[in-house]
């Protein structure tokens, strides 16, 4: 049995080091050399794990890899979701974190918005999640996300700022009207004469009060009339008859 595992080892490795081509999962022997495959069967119970490797000419096949000459597995996306539960809020985050490190935007926003607001996830989360929408032009969205963040850290002026700038950015454009042409019609329009002043009367002057400002004169719609001076009490006035 053990020599039966032995060639089913040798082929492996000779498969994984000349003829792999495609894969997203990484399986770091200890002797430096690095394959690409798609782990299938990852049981610590197991003193191996087993890997779907595709060949140069197409084909797809399984092999064998004993524990004991593994150094480390750098799982891929899919690899990394699949052994998530769907409650584990904080391990969504740090998949998310892993995406952004490798430049897999779509995959992390996916993962972020999974885990925002939940126990055990950094506020740091809506910061991620909003400078990725913003990124992918999802201005709304980011605003929502920055907003979620300030409510939880109020003290937070750069990030009021960019709260600010989205709304601005946000606002709805205004075009303003252009006003209409004048209608050329064939044939012209009579205007209005203007308004002919009417010399007011002459009127006369006082001495005091406010009605001794020099230049006033009684108007003309106050109809022809004489003005003259009477006591009110030990007050002076106009009367006008």
């Given at each position: 049995m053990r020599k039966a595992v032995f060639l089913v080892l040798c082929a492996s490795l000779f498969v994984l080091a000349f003829g792999a081509r495609v894969g997203a999962d990484v399986v770091v022997m200890k002797n430096g050399l690095e394959h690409k495959c798609k782990v299938i069967t990852d049981d610590?119970?197991?003193d191996y794990i087993v890997v779907r490797i595709t060949m140069a000419n197409g084909s797809t096949g399984t092999v064998s890899i004993?524990?004991?000459?593994?150094?480390r597995i750098d799982y891929d996306y899919t690899?990394?979701?699949a052994r998530l539960?769907?409650?584990?809020?904080?391990?969504?985050?740090?998949?998310?974190?892993?995406?952004?490190?490798?430049?897999?935007?779509?995959?992390?926003?996916?993962?972020?918005?999974?885990?925002?607001?939940?126990?055990?996830v950094p506020d740091d989360a809506y910061l991620q999640l909003a400078k990725l929408l913003e990124k992918k032009g999802d201005l709304a969205g980011a605003l929502v996300a920055?907003?979620?963040?300030y409510k939880r850290n109020p003290k937070d002026d750069g990030v009021y700022k960019q709260i600010e700038r989205l709304k601005k950015a946000l606002e709805p454009k205004v075009t303003p009207s252009a006003t209409p042409a004048p209608t050329e019609t064939n044939s012209p329009v009579a205007s209005a004469p203007p308004p002919v002043a009417t010399p007011a009367p002459p009127?006369?002057?006082?001495?005091?009060?406010?009605?001794?400002?020099?230049?006033?004169?009684?108007?003309?719609?106050?109809?022809?009339?004489?003005?003259?001076?009477?006591?009110?009490?030990?007050?002076?006035?106009l009367q006008f008859a």
């Open positions: 610590p119970d197991f004993p524990r004991r000459q593994i150094a690899s990394r979701k539960a769907g409650n584990d809020y904080k391990g969504h985050y740090d998949l998310a974190l892993f995406c952004i490190d490798h430049s897999l935007t779509d995959e992390a926003i996916t993962e972020l918005k999974l885990c925002v607001g939940q126990q055990g920055y907003s979620e963040y009127g006369i002057t006082v001495v005091e009060g406010l009605e001794a400002r020099a230049g006033w004169t009684v108007a003309a719609w106050a109809g022809k009339g004489t003005i003259t001076q009477g006591l009110l009490g030990q007050d002076k006035i």
